[in-house]
Structures are given as structure tokens and as C-alpha cells.
């Protein structure tokens, strides 16, 4: 069984893969334990969609991105940053709301971003991202650019009319983008089967004449491997693909939900006896690309890195009050506009200038 | 009781009075409702009642349309107010002209119930106050109550309301507790339309609705080691907006400030501050004084947040200032 | 071949039947030829969609509609509201914006409505009713009555989001409708293959795992049966249906548009050579249930019929001014309310009592 | 030149001026526009500069939001400004929010065309006027021109803007003749946020937008038959909003009132009198005059349309009554 893994994994061709990837993945276990241990100590304020479990959906399909590529996400997107490669300390920083954040602490952990990554959020209206993803390959197909775009989204964002509009969008107009639906079962509270008339969400893909498939998301190799091989026909044919990841989150909804009354406690071991981190570990193990000893460095590393991450968040900076505005607008010129406004205006938060009594 | 609990209280007892009365939303039934208005509901009353959707605001705000237009009386959940917006035809196409564009033949007897309000730092896609935009449509009907006792009345009133009711809560207001009126007769019910003056006053009148409410009667009290007494009137009725009692007491205390949770400029306190204007333009001291949130899309670090809201520091500033300007204080 | 079209079709079995499906559809004919006269002689506004060449489509497919039974159209619905039975005059009075039109008036061309026969509009937002009628449709369901709910759309409807998730809906909920797209491939002026990557439209019902199946929609025999089935079986069985007919237009997208600029003469002149109407007053005479001298009878007298409801609409009053505000609301209490906002208020007309002054 | 013809020449002369600039929208290629704005460009530019959309409003807006966030500067165009509001989401939770909720780090340069407008019998889901829905949100910026010059500036400037602008045009004003500017060096670009005396008058401050400034135009030269000079005044952007420009006028006038083809309850109306009233307090010889469209759902009938809308006849005789009650007539 070794040999078969290998053959289908060049996740394990080497120890130097094999190892970055399980890295990624430790590293987003620890920082959502981490996260979530904060968010209960209220430095974290907001929602908290933790990505514990989701661990190889995120690190599967994003590996093969390349710097020609652009990533969307959901709100749950903790995961999706760090396995972009977006500093860990900077990620915390903004649950944080810290000037230091990836966001400058204005998104919080629903918006996280990085435009040097081409990590183009977070985004906390379910399905509302995908067309806008969508766009995003528009321009690349427009500039004749060589890069695709991988767009994640969450099973209970396939029933948004966003969803559809997008992928017809997308395939009608032949446009390099991949579509990864993270099945994790739930929408909240409520499952695949009370949500979705057809509940093999792959297979919503031929509605538009899109090839979709479904993968075990919990099976870093074979998301890797049918991420790779859809974002390359993406890339090079302009065929856009729906790729389903069936996995499982471990935590609820967020942090302020238990997630058990919707769930069988059979159910939720079914899944953790099926970590990704440990599926992947043990066979990278057995493969002979890693040793034991190997992983618990690893991990060792992992925690110290984190524990850093949130010294650096905690110690930085809040967003200067000052700056309320700066944002709203991407115009330079827009500021001067608006402050024409004053005449008790109740733009900004200027002193007004009582002149109807001067 | 709390807010919560008063909205629950009216659910169910309206589930209990009219068999044409079901709820229909996302998380509102196994999951007990995002905010927990709903708790309990669909054990009691089992899924049909009780309807659990998918993520899927169009087609449920639709389908209750379709449904009222049937005669059923569908109170449709919206988990906030900001998803509204992938709604919007139905609610500001569809909802809100069914009963003109088919001649009166048809109505839309339907109450979508949804929470605006920031405060927990949602950020920018969760935590707007939009029902300016409902107020602004004819057709529609919109109501924002600020204590369990509006909740309850004004709730129970929507449900029997034969027009499409915008039913607008607010996240920091679930757990407000105050009491619910004894049935006298009159079931408690708040009638649509009728501002409330929830603390009287000769100096200054303030007017606000929701959760601001709150924050108006905290500065009056304030205002009050100073001397002042504030009028606290609550709108509790956007469309239709009961102008009558907000001028009533303007021409009384010659004074007027307008605060609200969402964006100032187009906003609700337009509508009120040019209202008051017209009606008591010779009986003002000085301009109506408006306070709003600040007009940026919320966001997310706590110290930027509390800037951007109307919180009552500053109400008061602008309360003072007025006084101020009139040479009270 | 005779033999076979009466096999297949109750609509021949005698002749009051095909009478009435051949009075129908010429009804529609002749009532749209008259209706884009008036139009262009200015005695109708606002905007004016034909359904001439989508007879049999409309036809076929509201015959089998019981007492029980509700429809929703969208706004090329003139054929829709004659093929369920509303008077032609009542339907001519709205479009002459007449009070004794099916609306009052209020609501012209776009927004046809029947309350007796269950005919619920008539609506202007492409695809926004599909959720409406997922709506009916669940009241009856939860009435447990014996109704199901027709709805037609068009071939560009089916791109909205409003499709899909209303779609979704009826197929999760189980819901006693049938969606019936009439496709005449063009959504103004732009294809189908312009607009939708599956271009075969039924086929988009798997994503609901609903049944989907297309027929010949200028053959109201064919469309008949297909209606017939899907309609029972969602009545009986709670499985909704997608019903693509497949037709066309003869004119323009609406009375403004020519029509010729996306489409060739000749694609246009093979579909005339295969007129709804045509086909099946052939079929009926070649079957022996009508002659073609009933034929010719029918079509004065439908002749008669569409000039006397002109007449009629022509000479009915005006909706009064003084009910401007009648409609907008259901609730008699209205009025009342909305009159306490009359201080210095921009609401209704009335005369402001200019009190700041007094 | 028409409306329609400087819209059209300012799309042609921005795709011809850089290339990351295109269209997209229904019909607007082989169609050549639902209004026959782009007539012609599909033809001159293809089909990557010119991109025809099926009906999929949600989308093909969220999909120009896409392309801005990449650099590219799509405008899209909405056949009427009623089906914008199956993409509102995309409109107010999306391109409004994505410059402050990214911390400045993206924005998001697209211009939204749409046409608004009543007076054709199209009836209550297509004769609608809904920017100040717009203009209450802050992230977005509002225009809406009302000559074929504003239309053909204001226009290129939105194009080069880089934050969303929602161009809001009138299905009236298409046929509307006027010259635009000779390229003097400014390439006739109109800024966003400054609003524009149209006809001077020191009796009365008339303010407007879009085609009523057109109607207003009409009431002051029958105004001024009666010894009356009305200043008429074009707000031409909703936000930012020129409170400056009015408040000057009405400083000299004493006298305002604001007319607009939508609702007036919580209509743009409502902002600008609420600071007319606070800025001019002590000018002021009587309330703000509000003029609007009746408060209900566009009926379809010609009489009840014409009843419904703010014609001209209506405005004067709000201007009239405002002047006898200021003692002027
Ligand atoms: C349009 C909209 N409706 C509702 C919500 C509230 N909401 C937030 S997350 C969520 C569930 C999403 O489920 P899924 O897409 O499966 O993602 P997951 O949480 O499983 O990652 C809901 C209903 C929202 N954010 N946007
Ligand atoms: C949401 C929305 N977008 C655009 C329009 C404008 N519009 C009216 S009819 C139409 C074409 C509809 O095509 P189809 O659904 O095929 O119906 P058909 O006209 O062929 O009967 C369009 C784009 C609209 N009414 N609603
Ligand atoms: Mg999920
Ligand atoms: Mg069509």
C-alpha cells in the first residue's frame, strides 16, 4: 500500500514536500486551537469560524497554486491564509484588530487578505464571493494572463443564486477558474440533506456543463492531486471545474457554537478518526519520508511559531482612531471631496460650523 | 422578560391562534435561531410550522410572498438585516407591489423579522442598519421596537397586519429585558404607527427608534444632573412614521435631535429633522442636531468601531451642544 | 399516420376538444395581431410582448390546469391569461389601462392577473417569481389541497438566481409545481447558447434532482400529454418537474424590437412553416374531427370576438384619479394610519395644513 | 447632441483611451442596448471590450467587482435601475465595503450605469428612482446628470475614478439635445461632488437632480413671467453631496425647495432640506419645499401616472404656494 501512495502522492516524493505540507496543515490545527483558546480569553472579538478539521481541503488545493494564481475564500478563511503562506503573526493580528494585521485590524477574521499572496479574502456574505471570484478570472482571461483562480466555498453556499450565477458565468464563458465546495456537511446547523435537493454537490457541475468530481477532503494527496490536475486544464483550456472536498469540521459553526445538537457524537469520532493531519503524518511515516521523530519536532516547531505569532499580535499596535476614513474610498482625491460636504454635514466626524448663528 | 423572550412569546402564541401562521428561515428550528428568538418553537411545533431553509434569502423571502398571496401569514427570519440585501427585489419588487400593480386584488399579508445593529464587531458586512431603504418604499410597512413590550405588541400586530412588514430588531437589544403588559383586553397589542414618548420632558425633545432608544434615555438621565429634561420619543413605526407626536413635543420644548444607529446623511433623521423643521419652523430655538453612525463601513478593531457608532458620549456632545447653542446650558 | 396522432392525443378524440384548444390558440393569435395594432395606434403603452408563435406552448400546457390549480406567468403573459379563460375584453381593458381591466388598470401588459381562475400575474423582474410560486406552491402543500402550481419562465430566466434556488426549494421541499420553460431561444436579442452553458435547458433539472424533459412546444398535442403527466405526478406524488418546451417567437422581443438583427430571415421562416396553429388545425382536419370549414368559422368568430373586446375596452372609463392610494396596501386600516403623518408630510396629495405659520 | 449620443461617445473615447476600460451588460452588444446607448461599439470594439451578459444581474456586477479588485475598470450597465436590486448585495455589501474592509488595500474601480425614471407606463417594477439608496451608503459614489454635457463629463470622470460610482441615468433625459463642451484642455470631464447653477435667480433656490432639474427649469421661466427669478439648481452628484452650492443660494434667496422624480419620504428630498434648514437657519423665510412622486407603486394607467408623478404643474404649484406664503406672490 506504501508504494500506491507514493505513486499517487508526489506530496511524498520527498521529505521536503512531505514536510511542508504536514507543516501547513499542524500549522493550522495549532493556530485555530490557539484562536479559538483567544477568542475565549475575548482578545479575539467578532464571529470565529475555526478550520479544525478542514485542514487537508485547504492545503490540498491551494499547494498547487502558483504566483500567477488568485485565491478567494470564505468567511472561515484562517485556514485558507495560512496554507496561502500569509505570516501567522499578521493573520493573529488582525483577529487581534491590530494595526499590524493582514486587514490593518479593519477586516477582522472574516476578511482576511494578502495582495502580495493574490489571497483576495474573506468574505462574509456566503456565495456572495463567488461571482465576484468570477470576475477575477475575467481579467486574467481578459489580459490573456496566464494564471487561474481557485474560489472556495462552503456546501450550504451552493443553494445561493450567486452559486449559479456564477458558474454559469464562468463556464459559459470558458473562464480559468476552479471552484473547491469545502463539503463539511453543515451549514451551520443544517445539513447537506435539508439543504441541497441534490446532496452529490459535485454533480451540480453538469448543470453548466462544467466537469465537477468529488474528493476525500480529508486525504491531502487526493485533493492535491485533482486540485492540481483542474487548475492545470483551468489554466491551459479555459475549462472551469466544481471540485467537491468531503470533509468534516471538528468544531462547531464558530466558536460560540457546540456544534453538537445537530450531530451525533458517533458521527463526530467517525470524522476525528479520520484526521487529515494524522492520515497524512501516518503515511508519510510509513511511506519513509518522515520519522516519527521528524513530526514532533515539527509540531514542536509549529506551536513555538504560533505562541510567537500571538506575542507579536498582542504587543502590536491598535489602528489609530485618526484613520476612521482613510479607507472608504480607494480614491486620493476622494477625501477633499467629502470634506467639501461640511456645511453641517454629518459626514465624518468634524466639528460643524455652527455659521447659522454667527 | 427580554426582548427575546417577548418576540418568542408573540411567535408562539400567534402560532397558536391562526393555523396560517408558520415560520420559515435559516438555523430558526433544530438550531433554535442564530440569536435564539426562535428557541424551542420547532420542537413544540415541528417543521412545518417551524421551517428550517437553506442559505437561500431570495427563494424563502419569495416563497413567503407566494405563500401570503395564498393567505397564509408567513413570518420570514432573516438572520440579519445585511442579508437582506440579496432579497431586496423581493422585499422592494415584489413585496411591496403586489397589492397595486394587480389592482387590489391580491395582498401580501407576510412579516420578514430581522436584527440591524453593530457593537460586536461584525465588521462591514454585518453590521449595518439599513431600514432607511424599506422606510423609503410605499407598500411597505416598517416597524423598529426598542423594548420586550413593543416587541410583543408590535409583533403580534405585524403577524395580523394584511400588508408585507418589515420587522426590524436589533442584536444588542435580545437580551433587554423590561416587562410585557398584562393582557387587558387588548392582547398587549402595539398598534403600527403610533410613536411612543417613553419619557417626558420640556427642554429638549429626542428622537430616535431601536436600540438607540436606549442610548437617548441614558443620556437623558444624564441631562437630567444638569437641570434638562429631555422628551424621549421613540418612533417605534418608520413607515408610517408618526410625525404628529415628534412635533407635538418639538413645539413644546423648541428643541430637537435626531440620533440612529445607521449612516446620518439619507437617513432616518433626514426624514424627521425635515419634517420637524417645516412643522415647527417658528417654534425652534435652533436646527434639528442629528447624530448617526459615522458614515464608513464598519470596522472590525474595537477602538475603530466605537468611534464609528453613535454611542452615548456622543448623543450627549451633540445633545450639549445644542443646549448650548440655545443658551441653556 | 393519422392513426398515431389520435393515439397520442385526447386533444383529437372529439370534436368539442380540439375545437377549444384550436379556438384558443387562434384566440391568442388574433387578440396579439390586434393587440400590436393597437399598440403602434398608441392606445396601449408601456412596453407590449407578443406571444404570437407560442400558442401551443401556452395552450398545451394550461389545459390540464383543474379548479384546484394556480398559475403564474411571467411578462409576456397575454397568451397565458386567454389560454386559462380570462375575457379577452377584460385582458384588452388593461392593456388600454381601462378600470375594467383584470388589474383595474394598474397594472397593463406585464402584470395580468385572474384571481377567480387562479392566474397570479403576470410579472415584470425576470425570474423574481419563481420563488413566488415556489410560495403558492407550499401553501398548498401545507393546506395539504389537491392544487399544484404551473409557472412558466423563459429560456433567460433560467440564468437567475432566483431559478435556482427556487428550483432547489420545490425539489427539497417536495412541492406540488411544475416549471414550465418556454424556450424560444432568445431572451431579447441575445441565444440561448449566448446565455446558458447547458444549452440544453431540461437537462439543468438533475442539479435539482428533479425530473427535466423537453418537447416540441409548437405541437400542443405533445405539449399537452407532457403537462398532463408532469402536472399529475406533482400533484399526486409531490415531485415537482422542469417542462422545456421548445418554440418560438414570431415577432420581435416586444412590439419596439424588430427582431431581425440577432436572428436570420431564414431561421425565422423555418420555424413559421411550422406554426403552432397551422399544425394542429392540419392535424385535427387530417384526423376528421374538424373540417376545415370549422376552421374557417372559428377564426371569424374569434375574429368577432377580439374586435368586440377592443370595442369594449375602448369604451370602458378610466380608473379614477381619486384612487391613486386605493391599492397600496391590503389593510383597509391603512388610510387612516398613513393619514396621522400628514403634518408637513410628502405623503399622498393632500392639501398640507401649513400650521408653522398660523 | 443627444443624452444618449454623449453617453455613447464618452464610452467610445474611454475604450479608445485605455485598455483595461470595458463594457458589460445585457444586450448591450448585437442589441446594441436595451436604450441604445452603446450602439455601434459592440461592432467597433468586440466582444471582450463589449461583453454581452445573460440575465444574471447578481453575477455579471459581482463579476465587474472582480475585475476592478484585478485593475481592470468595467462598466457595467443595468438595463433599469429596478433589476439592480437583485444585485444589491453586490452593490452595498460588496463594492461599498471591499476598500475599508481590506484595510485600504484593494479597491475597486467600476462605474454602474443604470437608467431610473417613470413616465412611459412601464409600471411599478420598472418606473422606479431608487439613488438614494446609493447615496445613503457610504463606499459608493452617486451621480446623475441631467445634460448631455454633465452626462458625457461625469461619465469619463466616474471611468477614472477609483472607487465604485453608480451612474444613475433617466430613460426621459436619453433624447434630451444640449452640447457638450470643446475639448479645451480639461477634455470635458466633469468632477464628481460639485453640484451646478443652471439658471440663476435670486428669489428662490430650486434643487434638483437628473431629469427634474429639467422640470424645474421649465417652472422657473414660467416663474419668471411672474417677476419671479428662480435659481435652479442640478445636484448632479448625491454623494458626495454639494450642501455648499445650495446653502449659498439659499443664503441669498431666503427661499428653497427640492424637487425629485422618487419618493419623498426618506428621499433625497428629505437630506437636502435637513441641512438647507440647519445651515439657513436664520435664512430662511419659510420651510423647505419638498416635491416627489406620490407614495405609491407606479400604476399603469396614463391619468394615474401622470397623477402620480412630480410634473411640472405640481412643482409650480409648490413653488407657488411656498412664494405666497413668503409673501412674494
Ligand atoms: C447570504 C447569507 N446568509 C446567511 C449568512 C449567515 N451564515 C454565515 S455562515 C453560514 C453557513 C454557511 O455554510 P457553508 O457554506 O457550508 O460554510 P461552512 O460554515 O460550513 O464553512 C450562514 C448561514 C450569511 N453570512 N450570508
Ligand atoms: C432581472 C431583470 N433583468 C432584466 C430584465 C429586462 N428583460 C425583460 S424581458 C428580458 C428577456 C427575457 O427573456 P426570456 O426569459 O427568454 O423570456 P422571453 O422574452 O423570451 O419570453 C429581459 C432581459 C428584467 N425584466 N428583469
Ligand atoms: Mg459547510
Ligand atoms: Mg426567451
New binding site residues.
Given amino acids: 500500500m506504501s508504494s500506491s501512495v507514493e505513486q499517487h502522492s508526489p506530496l511524498l516524493r520527498d521529505a521536503a514536500a512531505a514536510r511542508r505540507i504536514l507543516r501547513q496543515m499542524v500549522l493550522i490545527r495549532r493556530f485555530e486551537e490557539r484562536t479559538e483558546e483567544q477568542y475565549t480569553r475575548a482578545r479575539i472579538g467578532g ?1 470565529c ?1 475555526l ?1 479544525i478539521g ?1 485542514e487537508a481541503a485547504n492545503v490540498g488545493a491551494i499547494e498547487p497554486l502558483t504566483d500567477a494564481d488568485y485565491l478567494f475564500g ?3 478563511d484562517h485556514g485558507t491564509a495560512l496554507a496561502v503562506g500569509s505570516d501567522p503573526a499578521a493573520v493573529m493580528g488582525e483577529l487581534f484588530g491590530k494595526a499590524t494585521g493582514v486587514a490593518g485590524g479593519y477586516g477582522g477574521s472574516m476578511h482576511l487578505v494578502d495582495v502580495e499572496r493574490r489571497f483576495l479574502g474573506g468574505w ?5 464571493h463567488l461571482p465576484i471570484a468570477v470576475g477575477a478570472a475575467l481579467a486574467l482571461d481578459y489580459r490573456e494572463a496566464d494564471g487561474v483562480v481557485l474560489c472556495q ?6 443553494n ?1 443564486g ?1 452559486f449559479h450565477e456564477a458558474l454559469n458565468l464562468a463556464a459559459l464563458w470558458k473562464l480559468p477558474i476552479v471552484f473547491q465546495v ?7 446547523g ?1 445539513s ?1 440533506a435539508m ?1 441541497s435537493a441534490e446532496t452529490e454537490l459535485w454533480k451540480r457541475a453538469a448543470a453548466y456543463e462544467m466537469h465537477g468530481e468529488r474528493v476525500d477532503g480529508n486525504d491531502v494527496d487526493a485533493v492535491y492531486e485533482a486540485a492540481s490536475r483542474l487548475l492545470q486544464i483551468a489554466r491551459e483550456q479555459r475549462r472551469p471545474a466544481l471540485l467537491e472536498t468531503l470533509t468534516y ?1 471538528f468544531r462547531g ?2 466558536v460560540a457554537d457546540a456544534g453538537k445538537v445537530y450531530r451525533t457524537p458517533e458521527e463526530i469520532a467517525a470524522w476525528k478518526a479520520r484526521d487529515p493531519i494524522e492520515l497524512f503524518a501516518a503515511r508519510a511515516i510509513e511511506a519513509g519520508v518522515l520519522t516519527a521523530d521528524d513530526v514532533a519536532v515539527l509540531r514542536r516547531d509549529v506551536d513555538t511559531q504560533v505562541s510567537d505569532a500571538i506575542k507579536e499580535a498582542a504587543s502590536a499596535p491598535s489602528p489609530d482612531v485618526a484613520h476612521l476614513y482613510d479607507n472608504v474610498y480607494g480614491d486620493a482625491g476622494t477625501g477633499e471631496q467629502f470634506a467639501r460636504m461640511d456645511t453641517a454635514a454629518p459626514f465624518g466626524e468634524r466639528r460643524e460650523t455652527r455659521n447659522w448663528r454667527t | 422578560m427580554t426582548y427575546r423572550e417577548a418576540l418568542r412569546r408573540a411567535l408562539d402564541e400567534e402560532l397558536e391562534r391562526d393555523d396560517n401562521v408558520f415560520l420559515m428561515g ?2 430558526i428550528g433544530r438550531f433554535e435561531g ?1 440569536y435564539k428568538v426562535t428557541a424551542g418553537l420547532w420542537k413544540k411545533w415541528g417543521g412545518k410550522r417551524v421551517r428550517e431553509t437553506p ?1 437561500s ?1 431570495e427563494g424563502f423571502v419569495g416563497a413567503g410572498i407566494g405563500a401570503a398571496m395564498l393567505g397564509l401569514r408567513p413570518v420570514v427570519e ?3 438585516v ?2 437582506i ?2 432579497a431586496m427585489d423581493m422585499v422592494v419588487n415584489h413585496a411591496a407591489k403586489i397589492s397595486q400593480m394587480f389592482g387590489g386584488k391580491i395582498n401580501v399579508p407576510m412579516v420578514i423579522r430581522t436584527p440591524g445593529g453593530a457593537g460586536a464587531q461584525l465588521t462591514a ?2 453590521s449595518q442598519s439599513l431600514e432607511v431603504m424599506f422606510a423609503h418604499t410605499p407598500g411597505l410597512k416598517v416597524v423598529a421596537p426598542s423594548s420586550p413590550a413593543d416587541a410583543y405588541g408590535l409583533l403580534k400586530t405585524a403577524i395580523r397586519d394584511d400588508d408585507p412588514v418589515l420587522f426590524m430588531e436589533n442584536l444588542i437589544l435580545y437580551n433587554q429585558t423590561g416587562p410585557i403588559p398584562d393582557d387587558d383586553g387588548d392582547e398587549g397589542l402595539v398598534p403600527i404607527g403610533r410613536a411612543n414618548v417613553v419619557r417626558p420632558g420640556d427642554d429638549l425633545t429626542m428622537v430616535a427608534h431601536s436600540y438607540t432608544v436606549r442610548r437617548c434615555l441614558t443620556v437623558a438621565d444624564r441631562l437630567s444632573q444638569l437641570g434638562v429634561q429631555a422628551e424621549v420619543i421613540d418612533l417605534r413605526s418608520l413607515r408610517p412614521l408618526d410625525v404628529d407626536t415628534v412635533v407635538d413635543s418639538v413645539r413644546r420644548t423648541g428643541r430637537c435631535l435626531v440620533a440612529e444607529e445607521g449612516w446620518s446623511t439619507f437617513g432616518v433623521g433626514a426624514e424627521v429633522a425635515a419634517r420637524v423643521h417645516r412643522a415647527c419652523f417658528d417654534d425652534l430655538d435652533a436646527p434639528v442636531e442629528r447624530v448617526g453612525g459615522a458614515e464608513v463601513p464598519m470596522p472590525y478593531a474595537k477602538p475603530l468601531e466605537m468611534a464609528a457608532m453613535p454611542l452615548e458620549d456622543k448623543i450627549e456632545a451633540a445633545a450639549r451642544g445644542l443646549l448650548r447653542d440655545c443658551g441653556v446650558l
Fill in positions: 464571529y469560524h478550520a478542514e470564505s468567511y472561515r462574509g456574505i456566503v456565495g456572495g466555498l462552503g456546501d450550504g453556499a451552493m445561493t450567486a469545502i463539503n463539511n456537511q453543515y451549514g451551520m443544517t447537506v439543504a469540521r459553526h464558530s | 435559516e438555523e442564530s442559505i434569502e432573516i438572520m440579519t445585511n442579508f440585501l440579496v458586512q454585518h
